[in-house]
């Protein structure tokens, strides 16, 4: 199990950058730890990097798993590209923190993939929910964990996700207290971003979900459920490298827990976002 120590030692107000600014600071490595509430307006995202005989597999995985890995792009990556994304986007150094992947383990922690990459290598960005939380909180939405600049709490679930080939394996869920009269504006809110995992999967009692304690999460940290409140769970990218992680890959890589890429699209799609992103018209030409 790998923890996520918030670490804002070395943040010098990467919420005011651009997202480009924010890239390069991850590139030189001033910074390692989680982008909640950075960049304000950027959509974020989940990364995936895996070698091309897994990749087309991974995408009908995510295809039919569009709640916890709503597939925003993919991309043959030799030269470790995704400028789409990204004015100057490299994958390999622009996130604060990566996985390593081994067979079924994450092996290790790096802030750049320059000394591991492979010209056969495929990205995957995938929506994150921070995209959400930010319209929570335009909204007037307490959300705990940003508040007390901590990662949110993640959790495995016994729901079993659509099999792919060699992906497959529980879904992974988010959770955030909300108050029990704001559960349906949050619902609401929530619903206009498919695209970073969309309305909560479930709302109450965890142990419907195979969770057995809100207070012990298998990654981020724990945050408390007040009175008033109900844990809420939408789906989560984590789902992804659970997958990644049963498919066993001689080497693989992600982002680290918290650790997103910050793109320059914004979170708030626009009328053409489906058809601009849709990785059923064109998923691989970026």
């Known amino acids: 199990m790998i923890r996520t120590t918030v670490d804002r030692s ?11 600014a924010a ?23 989940n990364l995936i990097v895996l070698p091309e005989p897994l990749a087309q597999p991974f995408e009908r995985y995510c295809l039919s ?32 923190l990566y996985n390593i992947i081994n067979g079924d383990s994450v092996v290790g922690q790096v802030p750049d993939l320059l000394s591991h990459w492979q010209a056969d290598l495929h990205a995957f960005a995938i929506g994150c929910s921070f995209t959400f939380e930010r319209a929570l909180i335009n909204a007037g939405i307490t959300i705990r964990h940003i508040e007390e ?11 079993e996700t659509t099999r792919s080939g060699p992906f497959g394996g529980p879904m992974v869920v988010s959770m955030r207290p909300i108050q029990v009269s704001d559960v349906n504006r949050v619902k609401e809110i929530c619903q206009a971003f498919p695209h970073a995992h969309g309305a909560p999967i479930h709302i109450g009692d ?9 207070m012990h999460p298998d990654w981020g940290d724990p945050v408390e459920v007040k009175a008033g409140e109900v ?26 827990p918290g650790a997103m890429l910050i793109t320059d699209w914004p979170e708030t799609p626009p009328s053409d976002y489906a058809s601009t992103f849709s990785p059923t018209t064109n998923p691989t030409q970026f």
């Open 206 to 214: 965890p142990g419907e979900i195979g969770i057995s304690d809100v």
């Open 65 to 96: 798993n569009p709640l916890p890995c709503p597939l925003v792009a993919h991309a043959p990556s030799a030269h470790g590209g995704f400028e789409a994304l990204g004015k100057g986007l490299d994958i390999r150094t622009d996130l604060p």
């Open 149 to 159: 600049q901590k990662t949110v709490p993640m959790f495995r679930t016994d729901i």
């Open 231 to 256: 844990p809420v769970f939408w789906g989560c990218g984590v789902t992804s490298q659970m997958a990644v992680l049963q498919a066993k890959p001689e080497i693989a890589f992600s982002h680290a």
């Open 23 to 45: 890239r390069l600071k991850f590139r030189t490595q001033g910074y390692t730890g989680p982008t909640s509430g950075y960049c304000d307006g950027a959509l974020q995202c």
């Open 10 to 20: 070395k943040d010098v107000q990467i919420n005011s950058l651009s997202p480009e």
